[in-house]
């Protein structure tokens, strides 16, 4: 089998690392880079070290027959429509998070999807961080037992110096704190518990404090998630934290607790009296260079290969977003929201 071809659309600051991982892929090639003008996508490639087509035309570079792989790394507001004519254009996707800002869209994309037969994966990339991975492993290996109650919390104060800040702020391209970048512990909270959620209660905040007073909705949300088998959780975003980069995690079991690379577990270690820590590598940065987007990456290639079907294509981490988007709702109208919407 030949390499397969990948498009990136959009040539900003995490497109950089979809790149780097492809071109470190033994079975993929970047063949085509598109942005708003030529010559940013020409800037890009040759960033890159890459020889390959550029383009100021999404369509036209989707209409590449060559192309089979579509890397969508532009800004929210644009990730459902270009996700859609992705997929019916018979691309298989790899699209950044959020995937869409509302419910027609994501519920369109979603369809569009099914449709197409594509493969997908949503970059929720934090499920390839190796703590990510080390949790499940103990909860699959029952170290803590029944998870009744989870807690992920994503604090990072996303400023001028953040390269997304500036679309960021905006109340059509961030939408929330949640669907900016907590969506991140939103999907984390569902791929621990293991559960749907069936309600959930937020708020939002802000603290106006120079220079997050430039968002033009609350930077600070929070939300209660109750879970079909009865457990509960806890979500928090907030965008202007004046703090360090933050990734929580809390999950009490009834056998035993998880704090971030922290077990307490007797039924695992008998006769334990203090948590023991696990030395990996933690989800503590906001910068793209650290995120494992590699093993993202190298996970979707294999998916094509093989014909088989992501734990994190479209069709599931629709429900992570489904959450978001309850919340938003909940804060809007001061209300429980029942999910599914």
Not at 49 to 73: F, R
């Amino acid at each position: 089998m030949g390499k397969l071809r990948v498009g990136i659309q959009g040539c900003g600051w995490v497109a950089g690392e979809h790149i780097r991982a492809y071109m470190n892929n033994p079975n993929t090639r970047v063949a085509a880079v598109c942005s708003r003008t030529k010559e940013g996508a020409r800037a890009k490639a040759d960033e890159m070290g890459l020889s390959c087509a550029v383009y100021d035309s999404y369509d036209e570079m989707l209409a590449d027959d060559a192309v089979k792989i579509i890397s969508i790394c532009t800004p929210n507001h644009l990730h459902a429509r270009e996700g859609i004519n992705a997929a019916q254009a018979g691309k298989h996707i790899l699209i950044e998070k959020p995937i869409a800002l509302n419910m027609e869209d994501l519920r369109a994309l979603r369809e569009s999807v099914r449709e197409a037969g594509v493969k997908s994966v949503t970059s929720f990339v934090l499920r390839w961080n190796p703590l990510f991975e080390t949790i499940r492993a103990l909860l699959a290996d029952n170290a803590v037992g029944r998870v009744f109650y989870g807690e992920v919390d994503y604090f990072h104060g996303i400023g001028p110096w953040y390269k997304q800040f500036e679309w960021n702020t905006r109340s059509n391209v961030g939408k929330s704190s949640l669907l900016s970048a907590g969506c991140h512990a939103v999907d984390g909270l569902r791929w621990f518990i293991q559960d749907e959620v069936v309600e959930v209660t937020a708020y939002s905040t802000r603290g106006n404090g120079s220079p997050f007073d430039q968002y033009e909705y609350d930077p600070t949300q929070v939300l209660i998630a109750r879970f079909a088998g009865g457990a509960v959780g806890k979500v928090t975003s907030s965008l202007e934290s004046k703090m360090p980069y933050v990734f929580g995690i809390q999950l009490l079991g009834d056998e035993g607790s998880i704090r971030n690379n922290l077990i307490y577990s007797k039924h695992k270690y008998p006769g334990q009296t203090d948590f023991v820590e696990i030395p990996t590598i933690l989800p503590d940065s906001g910068d793209v260079t650290h995120h494992p987007f590699q093993t993202e990456i190298d996970h979707m290639v294999d998916c094509v290969v093989r014909d088989v079907e992501s734990h994190a294509n479209i069709e599931d981490t629709y429900k992570s977003h489904e959450i978001c988007f309850a919340a938003d709702l909940s804060v809007q109208e001061n209300r429980p929201v029942r999910l599914p919407l």
